[in-house]
């Protein structure tokens, strides 16, 4: 398993499923219109419960950069992070990621949470490159940690070898 | 950047400026500049034939569309009179919209149109490019996006949990072992140094398990040593219709990683055209790899174990009349048309061929995606007229299709056309037709499951080689005298059917070209002989556009067919084979 250090907390790369892991908090990276959708959404939906995307209807929008939270439902996460991630090549996608990671980050630190679960944000279908995805998590997330935060464990949860990969690289100092 | 470019450019129509220059491969440009807007194309369609006052619906015109991009940044005639040559770029979203609903609401990608032109042009590969652009900035129907979303995330198109996944499974083996009453029969999940590793389309899991049921009844009874893998087991792939390569070569990666981590020696593709197509043809172009395994569909596994007499079946058991519906991945894209009706000979006493078949025959219309895209279903239901029609002359009560994206789209068409049919895959028709007691399973020893071989695979077979060149009768006599068969030989039909008479061979390859009486003609009366009528007959063409001329008799197809120049290993194997097979079809009578 790869993993960074940065002072007393700690960031991992593990595989699996990232809304199916018993942690506090993960991040889920939503449409404008938080609607839960397909993919990890249908997940969130399917193993959560009508609950999640009730309460996400309360939000209505969601502006790319920004994070909001909702209860994890019957999940085994208290919490979800929902974050409206650069989407389709769109501009300053490098900016945008970075500014939807310090949000998640933000919200994590306002709910008091310890342990948080990232996915490759943008990266399969809204075509954000691998490389730089978990590149701007790991860069983002490490300046994060070296600041004042409840967060003690990063969890950069890949769901194949594919997405590991990259996750790895980046957090040994690569890319 | 050019003052032309950046009149009217957003970042969408740069974006897919970029991608359009990396997909310029030499045969792709070949298809942009190869078009002569002959009209051929426009008969091979569905969606024109049954839109025959719309001039959007032409396979040329939907071509044409990427043409203008091509044109517009790429080709010199673009640069220079770009008013002649129509180079244009989109505009506006609306402009991408409407390149949507031409790209994903028209067209199939079924590559008919693309057999079909006398110019080599690959409109459906056109197409397919045309849908990655727009997916790539985020333009495409919502099912699309849907699917491709659950695929990316979730490891499978149709969003099935892995707890559902392997839930299923359970329940399968149950179904299965109380059945059969064997515990054995249970399915296998993650073993390691298998033979087989079975993968499958989540429709399967998700909405019809009973062919996964039927798949392990057929393992069991064979006694084959096999698997399925608890992930990397959806062997289809959206990034095929999407046009999303990075979605593509992502799926078949994962089917890949778990062949590899669990050491099966051969992976089996359930019935899945575009399955069969993305992990065995294109899934190492798009992954960038090798790999050291078999890969073949469910279908020539099914085949091997008839032929090894491993399972034995009773093809008395099937009362209804069966036609074969070809779905265009398996038969247009990989060559997949005989195997198939070999195997459906082998369980329906009464199977008739729809016209036009094999690489000819007509979309079933859910391919390309269609099925996921909901607001296009009325045209699509309407361009399926075409199908209706083949499937209402046959008169059969079961469409048999190897596809279980053509199974989706046949039965919507059926219900639409209220056809009074239903539709099967080979898999239910050979578990249902299984004699147990015959069965590998049920000898328990494998010795005798491997039938014993002659020491010469045609050692004692009598075969009449026809055809009209002496070079090729001197090849084939030679090839097949070493291999142990007795040869006759005649240079015309009339010889070669005196011939068949008087020595009543064990079987006939015969040429379709030829001068005098032709092989068409030739086996026309042979079938309709009857004292020669049950003699095998494997074609051996040069040229293989006169297959159709065959199928258009009202008669029964031939045993066989092999294209020109023919291999040595291959035509004996062949003919090994068609004598197997014909032996099998003799031996329940």
Same mark, same amino acid.
């Given at each position: 398993m790869a993993e960074r250090k940065v002072g007393d907390k700690i960031i991992k790369v593990i595989r699996g499923d990232i809304t199916d892991l018993p942690v506090e908090a993960f991040v889920y990276d939503i449409t404008a219109d938080c609607k839960l959708s397909s993919g990890y959404g249908g997940a969130i939906a399917s193993r959560g419960g009508k609950a999640i995307q009730d309460e996400l209807a309360t939000f209505g929008t969601l502006a790319t950069g920004e994070a909001t939270v909702t209860s994890g439902g019957n999940l085994k996460a208290k919490l979800i992070i929902h974050v409206n991630g650069p989407k389709f090549h769109e501009p300053d996608t490098k900016v945008k990621l970075a500014r939807t990671v310090q949000s998640a980050l933000r919200q994590a630190d306002e709910n008091g949470i310890t342990v948080v679960a990232f996915p490759p944000i943008g990266a399969g279908l809204y075509q954000v490159p691998l490389d730089l995805s978990a590149k701007v998590i790991v860069d983002t997330v490490s300046e994060h940690l070296k600041n004042s935060t409840t967060i003690k464990e990063v969890l950069l949860v890949a769901f194949d070898a594919r997405e590991y990969k990259p996750f790895e690289v980046a957090i040994n100092g690569g890319n | 950047m050019s003052a032309r470019e950046n009149k009217d450019t957003t970042y969408k129509i740069q974006v897919m400026r970029d991608i359009l220059a990396k997909k310029l491969t030499r045969s792709v440009v070949g298809s942009l500049v190869a078009c002569v807007h002959c009209g051929m194309c426009n008969e091979a369609c569905h969606y024109v034939l049954t839109h025959p006052d719309e001039p959007k619906m032409t396979p040329s015109f939907k071509a044409d569309q990427l043409r203008k991009l091509f044109k517009y940044n790429y080709d010199w005639t673009g640069r220079v009179i770009p008013w002649w040559v129509g180079a244009k770029e989109p505009l506006s979203d609306a402009d991408l919209e409407a390149l949507k609903d031409i790209a994903f609401g028209t067209c199939t990608n079924c590559r008919r149109c693309t057999l079909n032109c006398p110019m080599g042009v690959d409109t459906a590969t056109l197409n397919r490019i045309m849908r990655g652009l727009l997916s790539a900035v985020g333009v495409m129907p919502e099912g699309v996006r849907v699917v491709s979303k659950d695929q990316w995330e979730v490891g499978n198109q149709m969003g099935v949990l892995k707890e559902d996944y392997l839930e299923t499974l359970d329940w399968m083996s149950e179904e299965l072992v109380n059945e059969v009453g064997d515990e054995s029969a249970r399915i296998p999940i993650d073993k390691p140094g298998t033979e087989v590793m079975y993968t499958i389309n989540p429709r399967e899991a998700k909405y019809d398990p009973r062919t996964i049921a039927a798949a392990a009844k057929i393992f069991w009874a064979a006694g084959e040593s096999w698997t399925m893998p608890s992930e990397g087991w959806d062997q289809t792939n959206f990034g095929l219709f999407s046009g999303d390569d990075q979605l593509g070569g992502a799926s078949a990666r994962r089917v890949y990683e778990k062949m590899k981590e669990l050491g099966a020696k051969r992976l089996v593709i359930s019935e899945c055209g575009h399955g069969y197509r993305s992990t065995r043809c294109e899934g190492p172009n798009w992954v960038g790899i090798d790999q050291d395994w078999e890969m073949e569909s469910s279908v020539f596994t099914m085949l091997r174990y008839l032929q090894e007499g491993r399972i034995r079946v009773d093809r008395n058991k099937l009362d209804r009349r069966t036609t074969y519906h070809d779905s265009c991945n398996l038969a247009r894209s990989c060559g997949i048309t005989e195997e198939p009706r070999e195997l459906l000979r082998m369980v329906s006493n009464d199977f008739v061929e729809m016209v036009p078949n094999r690489a000819e025959n007509f979309c079933c219309t859910g391919g390309g995606g269609a099925m996921s895209m909901s607001e296009y279903t009325p045209r699509r239901l309407k361009s399926a007229k075409v199908k209706a029609d083949q499937i209402a002359a046959t008169g059969a009560k079961i469409v048999v299709t190897s596809c279980h994206n053509c199974v989706d789209g046949l039965s919507d068409l059926i219900k639409h056309y209220k056809l009074g049919c239903e539709v099967k895959q080979l898999v239910e028709l050979v578990a249902d037709a299984l004699v147990i007691e015959d069965c590998a399973v049920m000898r328990k020893s494998k010795a005798v499951v491997e039938m014993p071989k002659p020491a010469l695979p045609l050692h004692g077979r009598r075969i009449l080689v026809v055809d009209d060149e002496p070079d090729v009768r001197v090849f084939l006599r030679t090839v097949l005298e070493d291999a142990g068969a007795e040869i006759y030989e005649a240079p015309d039909g009339d010889h070669a059917l005196a011939m068949a008479r008087k020595h009543k061979p064990d079987l006939i390859t015969l040429d379709l070209s030829m001068e005098g009486k032709d092989g068409v003609s030739t086996f026309a009366e042979l079938r309709s002989d #009857?004292?020669? #009528?049950?003699i095998p007959v494997c074609i051996v063409t040069g040229h293989p556009e006169f297959r159709e001329l065959i199928y258009q008799r009202a008669v029964p197809v031939p045993d066989g067919y092999m294209d020109k120049p023919v291999k040595d290993a291959e035509l004996v194997d062949n003919l090994h084979r068609i004598l197997g097979l014909a032996e099998h079809h003799k031996a329940p009578d």
């Open positions: - | #009857a004292e020669i #009528a049950g």
